[in-house]
């Protein structure tokens, strides 16, 4: 017979164990042991880093998840809103099958050029193409040519068109499709009620979509500023 354990609280039913908290020195091992940067993903991120938008750029732990994720999942069409510098671009570029194809939307010409010179560097521009303008008119216009074509999307752009990126995402998406979404913890800001801002308001608003969305398998990474990886059911 089992014991006779009380039966916990409302407020007690929380995991007992817990994701590890990540201080400066833990963080620094994690990248120490486990990141395997190439000298071209380097170079990018120093040069971004001479910006002073630097913080947008993706760390290298989260490119190289990316990247694992498209050799894994070995997607022939990959959607991604939001370039910025090109860091993840380039990281999924290098790790897709040479026979695959990546579509990039951003909407800055000056970010663009940057990730477009890197690509060519790195000779996988032939996989990419590029669409310098606003996501979702693109986005729109895709859905024209064909809705479930893409087989793995990463959307890491403004937060004020977030909640319409999900919804045109998933219609891209073919069934199976992984989406990744990332700032999905936006710098922890969504966890304190003190913040009210409209880009913290919209993330939780995402957050909490997706969470109620059972079209769609689930998990948020606390791995750079929140990834959260959607499967498309």
């Known amino acids: 017979m089992l014991p006779n354990f009380p039966k916990p609280l ?34 990018l991120r120093r040069e971004t880093a001479q910006y002073h938008m630097a913080r ?27 370039v910025f ?8 570029a290098m790790a ?17 050029d940057i990730a477009t010179r890197y690509l060519e560097e790195a000779g996988v521009m032939d996989r990419v193409t590029t669409y310098c303008d606003k996501a979702l008119p693109v986005m729109t216009s895709l859905l024209e040519t064909g809705s479930d074509s893409f087989d793995f999307i990463f959307i890491d752009a403004d937060k004020k068109n977030l909640l319409a990126y999900y ?23 969504v966890a304190d009620d003190t913040f009210t801002d409209k880009d913290t308001n919209i993330v939780r608003a995402l957050n909490e979509t997706i969470h109620a969305d059972h079209t769609v398998d689930l998990s948020l990474i606390p791995i750079g500023d929140g990834l959260t990886l959607v499967r498309k059911r």
């Not at 760390?59 to 959607?79: C, M």
């Not at 897709?96 to 663009?112: C, R, T, V």
Request: proline share 5%; glycine share 6%.
């Open 10 to 43: 409302p407020e007690d039913d929380r995991p007992t164990n817990r994701t590890v908290k990540m201080d400066d020195r833990l963080y620094q091992y994690l990248v120490d042991v486990s990141v395997r940067e190439n000298d071209i993903l380097k170079a």
């Open 167 to 189: 919804e045109r995402a998933k219609q891209l998406l073919r069934p199976g499709g992984c989406l990744l979404i990332d700032n999905t913890l936006w710098w922890g800001n």
């Open 56 to 82: 947008m750029q993706l760390s290298p732990e989260v490119g190289q998840l990316l990247a694992l994720l498209v050799k894994l999942q070995a997607p022939k069409k990959i959607l991604e809103v939001g």
């Open 96 to 112: 897709m099958s040479k026979d695959a194809s990546l579509i990039a939307i951003e909407k800055k010409q000056m970010w663009l």
């Open 85 to 92: 510098t090109g860091y993840s671009t380039l990281s999924m």
